[in-house]
């Protein structure tokens, strides 16, 4: 090979190298790979996928009150789908389900989604939660489906602290202070009480006559 076709060659190999590097260093910077996101649980059967599931405590390691689970289920299917409930399998706690707006179910809409946890969202509430779950754990959880059934993973037991603080559930509210049980009088002082066998009596009024006594 003469001298002018192997330095074109080279030019040729560096100038593809380029190009490649430069779309890698292109696709990568914007790539979603490369944000820091927390590693949340996710799974899919059929059409339903489960995203972004985590179980969320109290901030406080030490505060009592409810935990909730955190969770975006999307139905790509062509009718809607009801989350008819959440168990904890290996415990005895229940999961309380709120829709977004009103008392009604917790719908999946075809094509669409629903949002578990963080402010105008559904919700799903772990009273016990201390006793349920404990920070730093995997604990599994099911998402029981109107159509799809069972759908079961494991996710990580985390801190309403940082990226979830949004999502975390509310403290428990503190027990009001006690009340004195006994009121004194507008003058400070009590009204004592009489000797047994006698009966006070009332400033300006007569003491009635016993029976049988003539006036």
Same mark, same amino acid.
């Given at each position: ?25 292109a ?6 790979t ?31 009150? #409810?935990?909730?689970? *955190? +969770? ?23 999961v ?5 707006k009103?008392s009604?179910?917790?719908?999946? #809409? ?11 969202? +559904? ?25 799809t ?25 503190? *027990?009001? +202070? +006690?009340t ?28 009635s #006559? ?6």
């Open positions: 090979m003469s001298r002018s076709l192997r330095h074109g060659a080279l030019a040729a190999t560096a100038i593809a190298f380029s190009i490649v590097s430069l779309s890698a260093c696709a990568g910077n914007n790539a979603e490369l944000k820091v996101r927390p590693d949340n649980a996710a799974t899919s059967v059929g059409t339903i996928k489960v995203q972004n599931v985590n179980v969320i405590t109290q901030a406080e390691p030490e505060a009592e009150g #409810p935990a909730v689970v *955190a +969770a975006t289920l999307f139905n790509d299917g062509t009718e809607d789908e009801v989350l008819e409930s959440i168990t904890l399998p290996g415990t005895d706690v229940q309380k389900l709120q829709a977004a009103g009604g179910p917790v719908e999946i #809409p075809a094509g669409g989604r629903v949002v578990l946890g963080g402010e105008g969202n +559904a919700s799903a509430v772990i009273d016990k939660g201390r006793e349920a779950t404990q920070d730093g754990n995997v604990q599994q959880i099911v998402f029981k489906l109107s159509r059934g069972d759908v079961g993973l494991g996710a990580g037991v985390v801190p309403a602290t940082g990226y979830y603080e949004d999502f975390g559930p509310s403290a428990q509210p503190e *027990a009001p +202070a +006690a004195p049980s006994a009121t004194p009088d507008a003058a400070g002082s009590e009204t004592p009480e009489a000797p047994a066998g006698e009966t006070p009596e009332t400033p300006g009024t007569e003491e #006559p016993a029976a049988g006594t003539e006036q």
